[in-house]
């Protein structure tokens, strides 16, 4: 029995020499299983990946534009690395950089080690106004069988004759036999591709399956990628999403999706992640295939259909089945013109895993197209994108067009008005640190613009690429005396312009019992002024900008003003809103005063007996009861009221106050009276973000307010 137990671990030891230590060999350089994935703003940033030894420890990435042919103006990058044991008997340091802060529609060029660089890769920047992609899947590299790598390879470069201005490439998984098989790996990333294009893949079910020891595994799939880590929970840098030109890309992991997390729950991710990336176009790839291109049947294409309508998703990517399927353009699961979604799935492309279709089918009124050679398939997709339309091409391995679509924009692109952006800005001080300002602006910005440099005279204080929601709150640091920065906007359609932004004093946020009042038939604008610096403001009248004033001059007439006016006080002439509003009390300020007390009531009294006179503006709001007479009851109302024995002082006494949370989204409504103040609310803040502040003020309302949260990054700036 020892005898055989011995025999029989032998064995499984030599079967796992055979298939393990072979995909070892092609570990020669120093740098090593290196690609290029996107930025989670591809106009601007890129990730590399790639391999060293444990004992490499000074891994750099030197990179510079393609122009740059004698690399003077390259830049050296160190970046963070950890020790990797994803595969089974094998440790390596996984480096991963993250090159920030690129030129958009820019050739760029980069090597990789430590003492000897790696030879040079390439990748291009998005930001064109049109871009193309090569789509291939499931070629399954597995290096006895080194012609499978080959065919998918070869077809990668038959596409640059149909299409010579590619842009990156693009997998939907599969790109491996095993996971496990770490030689797989190095073999693929060695291929010419890799170091030609920046790369998008996902997880297929054969880049998780282990070949060696232990369960399916998908983080051989983290081991050898750098993807943006901005995935649902558990899954950073194994499903995420990108923004690549007027496209955003989610990427899913078929493992996960479903098995582990419902698919529910991954909806309602990529929901947020909708909301918070406005784009033209919306692009989903996972590897498991919508429909079965062999019988037509329905598969993951029932999940989804229902979320693309929503979501309005203009292309959905998938491979597994091995055989091309394109439907229609499907809304509501019926055939629609103008709207809805076209489903694509690639056929398989490593020339020995391809299957024989059926003659007839299911779904045939929604399927356009199907397509295979049988088990030796070799096919791959272009996809050309632009403002008006989407544009897809099925190759053969001859380069030959056997299958195309037009899919027109069913959104247009995304339009600014610059006048208002510009006029959004407003600068707060940071609650975190005295000497930092955070700079907010309209929410219109996102997918509008490629970025927004902000200048303190010629110097560059920091750069917002806008790229989510979350960047409508920008952070910058050592600004402590400034008075002005300038913002300097790059819209989408190439051109650009600059606005100035006053810095807010923090003694502005000392301004109370803000009132308007009438003075012999003059409306002013009074408040107390708490501050200590010398200030200046803007008064705007109904939003319109009315006069400049000093806060410690604490009173400003409006002339020609009316009791319905809605007054502000704005930090400067170009802010789009005011933090304090006012509007003249109603109901029972006989004295037109901006207060409701004793003394109105004496003079209500002697005006009932007929002792004296209230002035006109005043009548209409002393009618409480709404009877078209003054009366007793309407004394007795106002009495009560001013004694605390009635909440109000008829419905439009009291006022509404609706809290949005920086987006834009409704958090809570309260309601307070004349004069009342407001709660600020709590609530869930984006992750890295603190609550900053409030737009408006609400210590003494006296009329419906809308305020909006202010928040700003824990760090010390976006990077």
């Known amino acids: 029995m020892k005898k055989r137990l011995t025999l029989m671990v032998l064995m499984i030891l030599g079967s796992f020499i055979l298939t393990f230590s072979p995909r070892l060999s092609a570990v020669t350089e120093e740098a090593y299983a290196i690609n290029t994935n996107p ?16 004992d490499k420890i000074n891994g750099k990435i ?14 050296t990058l160190y970046p963070d690395s950890y020790e990797s044991n994803a595969f089974y008997g094998l440790k390596f340091l996984h480096y991963q950089a993250v090159l ?10 980069y090597q990789v080690g430590e003492t000897n660089l790696s030879e040079t890769h390439y990748f291009k920047t998005a930001g064109s106004p049109s871009f193309s992609f090569v789509w291939a899947g499931d070629w399954h590299t597995y290096t006895p069988i080194p012609t ?82 901005n995935g649902y929970a558990g ?45 033209q176009y919306i692009f989903v790839s996972l590897h498991y295939q919508w429909f079965n291109g062999v019988t037509g049947n329905t598969s993951q294409y029932a999940n989804w259909k229902t979320f693309f309508d929503e979501h309005q998703v203009d292309l959905a990517l998938a491979g597994n089945n091995h055989v091309y399927v394109r439907s229609k353009r499907l809304y509501e699961g019926q055939v629609n013109s103008e709207k809805g979604t076209v489903y694509i799935q690639v056929p398989s492309s490593d020339n020995d895993r391809g299957q024989v279709m059926k003659d007839t089918y299911s779904n045939e009124n929604i399927i356009a197209k199907r397509w295979t050679e049988g088990v030796n398939t070799v096919g791959a997709i272009i996809v050309t994108v632009d403002a008006g339309k989407i544009k897809t091409r099925l190759i053969d391995r001859d380069g ?29 001080p940071s609650i975190k640190d005295e000497n930092s300002v955070v700079i907010t602006s309209s929410v219109e910005g996102i997918g509008r613009i490629e970025k927004i440099e902000y200048y303190h005279e010629s110097t560059l204080l920091g750069t917002n690429y806008y790229v989510k929601r979350n960047d409508l709150s920008y952070t910058l640091n050592n600004v402590q005396g400034y008075n002005k920065i300038t913002a300097k906007i790059y819209y989408n359609d190439k051109t650009t312009e600059e606005v100035d932004i ?5 003694d502005f946020y000392e301004i109370n019992n803000l009132a308007t009042i009438i003075n012999n038939t003059d409306l002013y604008l009074k408040w107390d002024y708490q501050g200590e610096a010398t200030l200046k403001a803007w008064v705007f009248v109904n939003g319109v900008k009315y006069q400049e004033v000093s806060l410690s001059d604490e009173l400003v007439l409006i002339e020609n003003g009316s009791i319905t006016d809605d007054i502000e006080i704005r930090v400067d002439e170009n802010s789009l809103s005011g933090y304090y509003h006012s509007k003249y009390n109603t109901f029972g300020d006989v004295n037109l005063n901006g207060m409701i007390d004793a003394e109105d009531i004496g003079l209500l009294q002697q005006f009932l007996l007929g002792n004296n006179t209230i002035d006109t503006n005043a009548l209409a709001y ?28 008829g419905n439009s006494d009291t006022f509404t106050i609706t809290y949005l949370d920086m987006f834009g989204e409704e958090i809570s409504k309260e309601t307070v009276n004349r004069g009342g103040a407001g709660t600020y609310p709590t609530f869930a803040l984006p992750s890295g973000y603190i609550l900053s502040g409030w737009s408006k003020d609400v210590k003494s309302v006296n009329q419906d307010l809308i305020v909006q949260a202010i928040i700003e990054i824990e760090g010390s700036h976006h990077e």
């Open 235 to 279: 899954q950073e840098g194994k499903s995420y999403y990108f923004k690549y030109n007027n496209v955003l890309f989610f990427a899913l992991n078929s493992e996960d999706l479903g098995y582990v997390t419902p698919v529910s729950e991954v909806q309602a991710w990529m929901a947020s992640v909708i909301k918070n990336n406005p784009t």
């Open 502 to 506: 006053k810095v807010i004093n923090q």
């Open 39 to 54: 930025g989670e703003n591809a106009n601007v940033e890129m990730r590399v990946s790639w391999h060293m030894a444990l």
């Open 100 to 109: 920030t802060d690129l030129e958009p529609a820019t050739e760029y060029m």
């Open 62 to 75: 030197v990179y510079t534009t393609k122009t740059d042919t004698n690399w003077d103006n390259a830049i």
């Open 148 to 229: 499978r790598l080959e065919s998918a390879m070869a077809i990668v470069e038959k596409a640059k004759t149909v299409e010579p201005n590619l842009d990156f490439f693009f997998s939907t998984g599969d790109v491996v036999a095993y996971g496990s098989d770490y030689g797989d790996w190095v073999d693929l990333f060695n291929s010419n591709p890799y170091k030609e294009y920046m790369w998008v893949n996902m997880i297929g079910n054969h880049d998780a399956l282990n070949n060696v020891v232990g369960p399916n595994n998908d983080n051989y799939f983290a081991a050898t990628h750098n993807n943006p880590k």
């Open 622 to 649: 002393l009618d409480v009861d709404s009877d078209n007479e003054i009366t007793l009851y309407d004394v007795t109302y106002i009495h009560l009221f001013i004694n605390n024995y009635l909440d109000s002082l």
């Open 400 to 428: 030959k067009i056997v299958d195309q679509a037009t899919i027109f924009a069913q959104k247009q692109p995304l339009s600014i008005d610059k006048t208002s952006f510009k006029e959004s800005f407003s600068a707060y």
